[in-house]
């Protein structure tokens, strides 16, 4: 039988905010434990929640940026349940009017096939502080730094059909919030975190399956290998006769499975009632509209130009435009080198290329776009060739020089295209490969083509790479057919 | 001098016939002579408040004294002070010393008032006779067999016993009025947000409000311009200047119109408690005030509503007392489950336990619309009836209970029966709007109280009618023999 997957995901945002949701406390990431955790986050007897504005303009850009309704009234409600990390006893969150009301994202696949994913909302939160089970002989240790921290949760409807499809729908949400500035996107440290739904039925069968709700997913690379399990483990325990039951799974990176952690009969209830702490947040259209003129080009709008005006590729387009540092980077390297295309296979090949090698972020790049597009330049005015010009890639990397022209000065890598000079080279090759040449001479027409490869080689070994290739080419020939 | 009214005290003062100092030793060694038989004191600290004494007249003798500097009083333990424990009436709470103070309790430091100490309360404010404290019953200054009222009667007994000036109170359901009632003392409710809940340890959020209790209405309202104003740590609280409260006590009544509602002067309501309320009435009259008959038809619902709202909302409050961070923790745990069951089970009390029981009943998936919807549909019907009546009139006047003070242990084992003496109460906590006490005469030894109600933000015009009458009466001058 043929199956399909259906996927909806929750995406907790960490919002960039300098103080948490309901408190003055600082949002740092790193913190000695607990040390950023005030009377409020520590759920003290008798204090009480006061909201930070910040938190609610990024829920509205955000809004906004997925084309949604904005919540004219959102409402603050208590889930209920005991956790020692949930200092309260409740979390203080959004339930029946949530501030982003339905909304759609755009997504690209690898193929360059766009799909577009609903936002089912998306609603302001507090998070929970961390519980740290090592290091404390069998006890667990409360860390309450993170408690209140603002999320947005962004949940879509179920809507992607592959664990590829949810990887787009993710990087998209992470390229939008951090095009805002809402968000660090920082997934390491957890600002982005994701739980994903996943059924499966039988392809073309209208009603979904039952479904599975695995949490703990933290990276691009993770959500792509859990589903992918989830899909399998589902379908195998289908086409053996079993069934799907719905419940909790938690992904396990180390292991690469998933485990059941709670059956929907052992699932709380958490008694939601609106937050009789805080009062209805109230929007008007002179705030909604000032924030609209606040957002800055989103993906989208860049995909687009990227693709209009400077001919890029749709896929091309969307790698360059899914963060906004990558984008900028992109667009400052082909200002300064005048071509579009160069700029986007140097940024998209080599400089990602290494960057991935070293684990950095475009914004961590010891090469600049100042340094890259300068590079370029020289390789469109023929004073570098393509070989050349990555040494002196490899030389800005190292820092071994400034600019790229004060590496092709140093390093002497100025191209050869004085034909003169190229032809006393190819003389002297042909001179000290007398055999080579008697077999090219002796080759039928049709194979000499390929042979034309090896005296190329040597003479650009012999010019230190610096020979202009087309015209080695170009002389060899001539001087080879006699 | 303690007999004297806190605006006699400031009197004195300011012509130097006493010092902060010797007053506060005065009421001192009035509590140690006879607190023990009242306990309306949780904790006594005397050393602070000789220190604050001799602040004060030092801020006197420097010239920067205000009206209240020097003047004792005693805060309930329900807010928070930093450096001194506040119990909240409850085992949970015994060891707890908040890091911080509430903003009633910082407001009257500034002013220079003299903290005598903390009084007694029903447990987390649940209950109307000071039964339910962790620190024993409190007894009624004018008959030790008789219950003080509660929650706030601990605050009551002591200013009726002359152990102290004035002290703050709280009112969820009619804790200050009911107290103030069976006291012979003046204790007003303010409007839901005109005085700050910012450290005040929360029994029902929405209901909730700080408040005076006195022996004048001249000293409420002269404690009620200090304690009241907006506070950016409670969002609840009004942005709304405060008036000179004391400024409108004079202003004649004639042209005044006060309803009666029928419904408070029905069956349930003892024959010798409507004596006294319609001699009170003929006085008023006297004054110069219209009587004119009014209905709130929907009385018989606030005790069903409030039995909901404010259990739902406790619940909730109380999760965060789960012996991890602070208050009791049970001895061993075996596990987290061990841990939350027995540092709450050993740490709150019966009347505590049973409030936490119904709300978590009320808002439990598939109840919540048959409970907690309906309580506040209810309480919007309520809030109607209270603004249609005040389309008539100008205040209310009524009953603050149905009876005087009832004797200790006659009520406790059937909590209906102790729900009903708030009959004429909990409505105005419901319609978040002003209420007062105000010592009407006696019936067989014991104090009766009369109610006034105002529309939002009408306390002046409370207190000014309180005043007027307490200018021609003399009940709010009596004293109990100790």
New interface residues.
Partial sequence: MQWEAVIGLEVHVQLATQSKIFSGASTAFGAEPNSQAC?VD??????????NEKAVEMAVKFGLGVKAEIGRRSIFE?K?Y?Y?DL????QTTQMDAPIVGPGVVDIVLEDGAERSIRIHHAHLEEDAGKSLHEDFQGM?G?DLNRAGTPLLEIVSEPDMRSAKEAVAYLKSIHALVTYLGISDGNMAEGSMRCDANVSVRPKGQETLGTRCEIKNINSFRFIERAINHEIERQIELIEDGGRVVQETRLYDADLDETRSMRSKEEAN?Y???PC????PVDLDDAYIDYLRSQMPELPEEKKARFVEELGLSVYDANVLASSRAMAEYFDRTREICGDAKQAANWVMGELTGRLNKEGLEIQQSPVAAEQLGGLIKRIIDNTINGKAAKQVFAALWDGEGHTADDIIEAKGLKQVTDTGAIERVIDEVMANNPAQVEQYRAAEPDKRGKMVGFFVGQVMKASKGTANPQMVNQLLKQKLEG | MIDLTLTQLADGLAQGDFTSRELTDAYLARIAEHDAQINSFITVTEDSARQAAEAADARRAAGQASLLTGIPLAHKDI??TQGVR?S?GSKM?DN?V???S?TVVEKLDQEGMVSLGKTNMDEFAMGSSNESSFYGPVRNPWDAQAVPGGSSGGSAAAIAARLTPAATGTDTGGSIRQPASFCGITGLKPTYGRVS??????Y???LDQGGPMARTAEDCALLLSAMAGFD?????SIQRGVPDYRSALDSPLSGLTIGLPKEYFGDGLDASVADVLQAAIRELEALGVTFKDVSLPNTRLAIPSYYVIAP??A??N?????G????HRCENPQD?EDL?KRSRGEGFGAEVKRRIMIG?YA???GF?DAY?RKAQQIRRLLTQDFLAAFNEVDLLLGPVAPTTAFNLGSKNNDPVQMYLEDIYTLGINLAGLPGMSVPAGFAAGRPVGMQLIGPHFEEARLLNVAHQYQRVTDHHQQAPAL
């Avoid at chain 1, 520590?42 to 909201?51: A, D, E, F, S, Y």
């Avoid at chain 1, 009789?276 to 009062?279: G, T």
């Avoid at chain 2, 809940?197 to 929360?202: F, H, V």
């Avoid at chain 2, 991890?324 to 208050?327: A, E």
């Fill in positions: 009377a520590l759920g003290l007897p008798g204090v009480l929640p006061v909201l208590r209920n005991f020692p200092p309260k006893g409740y667990t409360i209830d008694r939601y009632f009789p702490d805080l009062l | 807010f928070c506040t909240c709470l707890f908040a890091p911080y509430a809940r910012w450290g005040m340890i929360a029902a959020s929405s950016p740590k409670d969002s609840t739902a909302e619940s909730s109380l999760s965060r007392f789960d991890v961070r602070f208050g987290l939350y978590t808002l439990s998936e919540y907690y």
